[in-house]
């Protein structure tokens, strides 16, 4: 080749390449354009999802307020038997809370979950208060659980039996009496007597044909009977009620009880005249405990999201405890799973797949969706790990993880925000809300609170007690406080038997 001809062929080579340099950046330059357009058209999708889930759970204090006067308006037609009442608010007979002064050996049984718990408080007087106290807890065994009433009781009171005959030299039983129980059973009741009432269903997995209908303290005694145990229940409450009890024993001005657990409820002190005469009860103390069962309340100024509406009508009963459904810890982790769908679903945040895992009810629970929340790690750490577990998503982009932990934000401020408001609305009922009119000082009322949610879930917690101060204002706020009244409700069932006591006249 010649010299000329070799430099023709440089040149056209030369150029060539220039423009394939050209044309291949042109090429990443539209690339790198569709890219970045995609990841902008996800961050918009995912910012329009957001936005609308800020916006349909949000709860100004103003909607509190209407939401508090709804339920005071429901707890007054409840209260008057209105069969359409939201709120069941159901007399539980406890008329005598404990004072302090209960002095003697007493038990209590509580059932109400897989576990069932006996348990034995020796009581010293206002001096010595709770000289000893001893448990045991025993599960029972599933086949019981949907067989007949007689094996069930029968189970139940030989636990009860064996957990007697470990009694010691401790604990006293005046010659002559009776040991005397109280029995919380935290299933729907209808209550007869502050000692007898008959059960109206079964839930949490018990199912016993034979039993719906019967007097539930009268199939224990029968089984006690037959297991030679000489025992009596003198009170029969459900767990909110033995909370309530215990709280009050623990601090004279408690005034009611809130479980945040699983599900959720409360009771409260009533004065004896807003019980209707109809009832032909007259409390004896002026006073009457009331089982306000408001996990079924339902009001339209309740901010029911397309989240709380898919999951109601998928759930075990659609239309029933919606208040429960947008509060408690049996669905809150559900709530934040249904709106991390929609994300993943409508702005592919996990990916151009939706997790399969994702898909399924309940994955989530709330305690990961409380160690989620509470992550405060630079690389929110907690949240990766947590999605990798539960979601399926291996590695998961900060920006991912910040959205989830805002999810969980969103969700169990709504639940804790909902539960101040109810709490504002007992408040409210019994006058408590504001300052006393006659410029007489605002007396102490203290709210006992148990359950696994507001034990564990500070988040939870804090949004609660904040709200309540913003909802009370400052003044009043001062003077109301909140307590945990951890596993209250064991002793609370032992401190009604007492101060229910068949022998309580004689003292
Ligand atoms: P129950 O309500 O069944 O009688 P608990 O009062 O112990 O029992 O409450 C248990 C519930 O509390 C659980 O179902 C769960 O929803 C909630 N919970 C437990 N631990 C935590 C946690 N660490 N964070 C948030 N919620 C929790
Ligand atoms: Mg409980």
């Not at 996800?42 to 349909?56: C, M, P, Q, T, Y």
Request: charged share 25%; with cysteine; proline share 3%.
């Amino acid at each position: 080749m010649g010299k000329a001809a070799a430099v023709g062929t440089a040149v056209v080579v030369a150029a060539a390449v220039g423009v394939a340099v050209v044309l291949a950046r042109q090429r990443r330059r539209r690339e790198l354009e569709l890219v970045e357009g995609a990841a902008a058209e996800r961050k918009r999708k995912v910012a329009a999802v957001i936005e609308d889930v800020e916006h349909a759970l949000s709860t100004p204090t103003a909607l509190l307020r209407g939401i508090s006067d709804a339920m005071v308006s429901e707890m007054e037609r409840g209260l008057r038997g209105d069969i359409h009442a939201m709120l069941k608010m159901l007399i539980t007979y406890v008329d005598n809370l404990p004072t302090g002064n209960e002095e003697g050996l007493f038990y209590a049984l509580d059932l109400g979950g897989t576990n069932f718990r006996v348990l034995r408080v020796q009581l010293g007087g206002r001096e010595r208060r709770v000289v000893r106290q001893q448990y045991d807890e025993v599960s029972i065994p599933p086949h019981l659980m949907v067989g007949t009433s007689m094996e069930l009781f029968d189970f139940i009171a030989a636990a009860l039996s064996k957990f007697v005959d470990t009694e010691d030299n401790g604990l006293h039983l005046p010659e002559g009496r009776q040991r005397e129980l109280g029995f919380t059973f935290s299933f729907p009741v209808n209550q007869t007597s502050i000692s007898s009432g008959t059960l109206i269903k079964w839930t949490k997995g018990f199912s016993i044909n034979d039993a719906v209908g019967q007097d539930i303290v009268s199939e224990l005694s029968k089984a006690m009977e037959r297991q030679g145990l000489d025992m009596k229940v003198t009170a029969l409450v459900n767990d909110t009620v033995g909370t309530l009890a215990g709280g009050r024993y623990a601090d004279n001005d408690v005034v009611a009880a809130i479980i945040l657990g699983t599900g959720t409820n409360a009771a409260y002190v009533e004065h004896a005249n807003a019980i209707p005469k109809w009832t032909g009860l007259l409390p004896r103390s002026g006073n009457m405990v009331i089982n306000t069962e408001w996990g079924s309340f339902k009001s339209d100024k309740l901010p029911l999201s397309e989240y709380d509406k898919a999951m109601d009508f998928e759930s075990l009963n659609p239309g029933e405890q919606i208040y429960e459904k947008m509060i408690s810890g049996m669905y809150l982790g559900e709530i934040v799973r249904r709106i991390l769908l929609k994300l993943a679903h409508d702005a592919a945040l996990f990916g151009d797949v939706v997790p399969p895992k994702l898909e399924q009810p309940f994955v989530l629970r709330t305690p990961d969706m409380s160690a989620m929340h509470h992550d405060s790690s630079h690389d929110l750490k907690t949240v990766g790990a947590k999605l990798k577990d539960i979601v399926g998503v291996a590695d998961t982009s900060l920006e991912v993880r910040y959205i989830t932990s805002h999810i969980c934000d969103i969700v169990a401020e709504r639940g804790a925000r909902l539960a101040a408001a109810g709490i504002y609305g007992i408040l409210k009922k019994l006058g408590r809300d504001k300052l006393p009119g006659d410029g007489s000082k605002m007396p102490r009322t203290v709210i006992a609170l148990d359950g696994g949610l507001y034990e564990h879930y500070k988040k939870f917690s804090s949004c609660l007690e904040s709200t309540l101060t913003d909802l009370l204002g400052d003044a009043v706020a001062s003077s109301v406080v909140t307590k945990l009244a951890n596993d209250g409700s064991g002793i609370g069932a032992a401190l009604l038997a007492a101060s229910h006591s068949q022998y309580a006249e004689i003292d």
